[in-house]
């Protein structure tokens, strides 16, 4: 089966921001917040202190991995050269996805570096109040003026636009203001990142969330979704039962696999990742396949490079 990976990560250097402060590396693939906080965010596999594209290709190539999405975030602190660079040198394995901070005095100049001189295609934004953008500035409205300066800024740009709205039940899951703005943007293309990132007895809050969302210019990556479940362990019957819920609901053609990788892997195997969907009992085949690999190649792979 060939294989795209949606949804990981390059990182030249952790430097991370979010609601503990400051993230740094310190050592062995262990991090450290301002709090004290400290964790293990990379793989032994991966690196001690970075994630370069070669390590990501060493895992792909192991697991027959044609390519993969390099998206961003602030959990490892924005990447936008090191991603563009990654790209440059490997164009045929990877596309990635550029970020900013909306709040930036000179924001301006940002986008004119990001989408003009770079030009990147993708924009990945993470408002989640853990390690995105809420987790260091006040509750953002998705559907409010600030937001709108983003979408309407890549809309006009024909940008991709990938978000991660957090986890349910806090002030960044706002279902009802992101489907009021992509209402906005019909012709925009949206990713919504960890199918809405349910945790374990959230299936009908899942449902109802997917049904609102079932827009025909809405994907969704299934990115970390198992390990929203804790602390249910592969096979992951839980997450399985939500895959299988937004196949009947959105179509197995608005779903990719992604694997969060790197620092998903301190928490079970690449592996692992691939079969909970690939050894799945109750998706078709030809299901398996547009998750797998159709759906991104069409959707990311098909708009021109970064």
Same mark, same amino acid.
């Given at each position: 089966?060939?294989?795209? +990976?949606?949804?990981?990560?390059?990182?030249?250097?952790?430097?991370?921001?979010?609601?503990?402060?400051?993230? /740094?590396?310190?050592?062995?693939?262990?991090?450290?917040?301002?709090?004290?906080?400290?964790?293990?965010?990379?793989?032994?596999?991966?690196?001690?202190? +970075?994630?370069?594209?070669?390590?990501?290709?060493?895992?792909?190539?192991?697991?027959?991995?044609?390519?993969?999405?390099?998206?961003?975030?602030?959990?490892?602190?924005?990447?936008?050269?090191?991603?563009?660079?990654?790209?440059?040198?490997?164009?045929? /394995?990877?596309?990635?996805?550029?970020?900013?901070?909306?709040?930036?005095?000179?924001?301006?100049? $940002?986008?004119?570096?990001?989408? +003009?001189?770079?030009?990147?295609?993708?924009?990945?934004?993470?408002?989640?109040?853990?390690?995105?953008?809420?987790?260091?500035?006040?509750?953002?409205?998705?559907?409010?003026?600030?937001?709108?300066?983003?979408?309407?800024?890549?809309?006009?740009?024909?940008?991709?636009?990938?978000?991660? $709205?957090?986890?349910? /039940?806090?002030?960044?899951?706002?279902?009802?203001?992101? /489907? #009021?703005? $992509?209402?906005?943007?019909?012709?925009?293309?949206? &990713?919504?990142?960890?199918?809405?990132?349910?945790?374990?007895?959230?299936?009908?809050?899942?449902?109802?969330?997917?049904?609102?969302?079932?827009?025909?210019?809405?994907?969704?990556?299934?990115?970390?979704?198992?390990?929203? #479940?804790?602390?249910?362990?592969?096979?992951?019957?839980?997450?399985?039962?939500? &895959?299988?819920?937004?196949?009947?609901? &959105?179509?197995?053609?608005?779903?990719?696999?992604?694997?969060?990788?790197?620092?998903?892997?301190?928490?079970?195997?690449?592996?692992?990742?691939?079969?909970?969907?690939?050894?799945?009992?109750?998706?078709?085949?030809?299901?398996?396949?547009?998750?797998?690999?159709?759906?991104?190649?069409?959707?990311?792979?098909?708009?021109?490079?970064?």
């Amino acid at each position: 089966m060939k294989i795209i +990976d949606a949804h990981a990560h390059v990182v030249q250097c952790i430097a991370g921001t979010g609601s503990q402060g400051e993230l /740094r590396p310190c050592g062995g693939g262990r991090a450290v917040y301002a709090t004290g906080q400290s964790f293990q965010i990379l793989p032994e596999e991966i690196g001690a202190y +970075d994630a370069t594209p070669e390590a990501l290709l060493r895992v792909m190539d192991a697991h027959g991995v044609e390519k993969a999405v390099l998206l961003q975030g602030n959990y490892f602190g924005f990447q936008n050269l090191y991603t563009y660079e990654a790209v440059q040198k490997y164009p045929s /394995r990877f596309i990635g996805a550029a970020t900013y901070d909306p709040f930036c005095a000179q924001v301006e100049k $940002i986008k004119a570096y990001l989408f +003009d001189e770079l030009q990147f295609r993708i924009l990945k934004f993470e408002v989640s109040n853990g390690s995105g953008l809420m987790s260091y500035h006040p509750t953002l409205d998705l559907d409010g003026e600030v937001m709108h300066q983003v979408y309407s800024h890549a809309a006009k740009r024909g940008l991709i636009f990938v978000i991660d $709205i957090g986890r349910p /039940r806090n002030n960044c899951w706002q279902v009802d203001a992101l /489907r #009021s703005a $992509i209402l906005h943007y019909p012709q925009m293309k949206f &990713v919504i990142c960890h199918l809405l990132a349910p945790q374990l007895g959230d299936g009908e809050l899942l449902k109802r969330s997917l049904e609102k969302l079932a827009l025909p210019n809405v994907w969704f990556d299934i990115a970390a979704l198992c390990l929203n #479940s804790k602390p249910e362990v592969y096979p992951y019957p839980s997450a399985r039962d939500y &895959v299988s819920c937004a196949v009947d609901i &959105v179509g197995a053609d608005r779903l990719m696999w992604g694997s969060d990788m790197p620092s998903a892997m301190t928490k079970d195997t690449y592996q692992h990742f691939i079969d909970f969907v690939a050894q799945h009992p109750a998706l078709r085949e030809s299901d398996k396949q547009k998750i797998f690999y159709e759906n991104a190649e069409q959707l990311y792979f098909s708009v021109d490079r970064v």
